[in-house]
């Protein structure tokens, strides 16, 4: 299968942004008139011809003094580095710039497969300005109007034949988990908590994790595989060269993982990254752990889990199906208790449900309470099947999808939680029409 990373660089005020906007799918990227506008890279999942590969967006590649540019330039360094194709994105209208070719001379030197993107041609007017761009040296050039989408599925094409195969590491009944969190949480020190041994380097510096490690191991008889992460930090706090990449390093992680643990830090409370960081793994659809670290330098009382128990479900409402432990991997105290919840997690989050067991739990449920009036009229759900799993996923069939509030969506959610235990793991509804 295809796979692999694709980054979209370029000097500044050529499009990029919305280049990368439109080969997602979505306005991910900030674009703005003046340059130098977009400072930090943006990820993005994309498909195309059911081949999936991950985008990059960076900053503009300048070699001046002028404001950012530095920091742009080893920003669209990295992602040369972590890419295995590079677009490189022009004005169409413009030509050739002497910007273009400090860029070009760059990429040449990655010794990566280069796509030139000529930008802005929405006017046949424009169209015998492409054919300059083959003296940057490079063999395909694609004619593109990022704003109207013109081009865009030739371009796409080249990016699927040219991106490499590639076969993500795969393990055979073993749990993959992987720990992520803001720098200097205790990631590392959890790691080596769970080894029992000095695997990863520990230091008091944030961000010594640089990269994502892969550690297999057996306990109590059974195979893991831990995933330490670099730590996850705020987009305007990025200053370190490597640091600038472990974004990526630990979506991915979060990607290969079937468990994810969330750690919090008992010293400094939670807070609104915290928050960010969890939104990853909820939105790969990945079961979860919440795990508080550094318990034991709380001054504590017949209370305190209890207060923090209350304010993680008030701030991580979004997660609310997840456990939460206390431990400290600094004195190695209530670690064993997270391997009971890994597999608990993971065992949920494999769960097939009989189809007559979860039409019966939905009946129940509609007698119960019937869904209320909603875009002019009520829901009827007529069978209900379990169709996938990782995580465990519903189709249901019913008069017409629209019919359905969040509220009742709910509801509906609650009830199969209440009669089956999906602990740590989303659930996933898909509504289809039944058609006559």
């Known amino acids: 299968m295809k796979c692999g990373t694709v980054a979209v660089v370029g000097r500044p005020n050529v499009g990029k942004s919305s280049l990368f906007n439109r080969l997602a799918g979505d306005k991910l990227a900030i674009t703005d008139d003046a340059s130098g506008i977009t400072r930090d890279r943006l990820y993005a999942k994309c498909n195309w011809l059911d ?6 967006d960076t900053g503009g590649i300048e070699l001046s003094s002028l404001p950012f540019m530095e920091e742009i330039r080893m920003q669209a360094n990295l992602a040369i580095d972590e890419a295995d194709l590079i ?5 169409g209208r413009v030509g050739i710039t002497k910007e273009d070719t400090d860029v070009i001379n ?20 424009f169209m015998d300005n492409v054919y300059e761009f083959y003296n940057l040296g490079v063999e395909y050039v694609f004619a593109v109007s990022a704003l109207h989408g013109i081009g865009i599925g030739d371009l796409l094409d080249q990016v699927i034949a040219l991106l490499p195969e590639k076969k993500l590491k795969e393990y055979k009944d073993t749990v993959e ?24 380097i520990v230091s008091d510096i944030a961000g010594t994790t640089r990269d994502a490690i892969d ?8 195979n893991y595989v831990v995933i330490d992460t670099a730590g996850i930090r705020k987009s305007g706090k990025i200053y370190e060269n490597a640091e600038k990449y472990s974004l990526l390093r630990a979506i991915k992680a979060i990607e290969r993982s079937s468990v994810v643990l969330i750690l919090l830090d008992a010293i400094k409370g939670i807070d609104e990254q915290d928050k960010k960081v969890a939104g990853y793994a909820m939105d790969a659809g990945k079961a979860v752990i919440i ?27 979004f997660l609310s199906y997840a456990p939460i432990c206390f431990v400290s991997a600094l004195k190695n105290q209530r670690v064993q208790t997270l391997f009971e919840e890994i597999q608990n997690v993971y065992n949920n989050y494999v769960k097939k449900i ?5 039409n019966d739990i939905i009946l129940d449920a509609t007698l119960l309470k019937d869904s209320p009036v909603f875009n002019g009229d009520r829901l009827k759900i007529y069978y209900v099947s379990q169709i996938d799993k990782t995580p465990p996923t519903f189709v249901f069939f019913v008069n017409d999808p629209k019919y359905l509030h969040f509220s009742y969506h709910r509801y509906l959610e609650n009830k199969i939680r209440e009669a089956i235990d999906f602990t740590g793991t989303p659930i996933k509804f898909i509504l289809r029409k039944k058609e006559d």
């Not at 081949?51 to 990059?56: D, G, N, S, V």
């Not at 677009?87 to 004005?91: F, N, P, S």
């Not at 009989?354 to 979860?358: D, E, F, L, P």
């Open 215 to 222: 550690t297999p191991f057996v306990r109590d008889g059974k």
């Open 87 to 91: 677009i490189l994105v022009v004005d």
């Open 106 to 125: 760059i990429l040449h030197r990655s010794k990566k497969p280069v796509i030139v993107a000529a930008n802005k041609i929405d006017d046949i007017k």
């Open 291 to 317: 795990v508080v670290n550094k318990w034991d330098a709380v001054t504590k009382d017949d209370k305190s889990m209890q207060r923090w128990i209350d304010q993680i479900r008030k701030e991580f409402v």
């Open 51 to 56: 081949q999936e590969f991950a985008l990059i």
């Open 177 to 200: 988990f992987c720990l992520i969190g803001q720098p200097n949480v205790g990631k590392s020190s959890l790691t080596n908590a769970i080894l029992g041994t000095d695997r990863v």
């Open 354 to 358: 009989k189809t007559n067991v979860i």
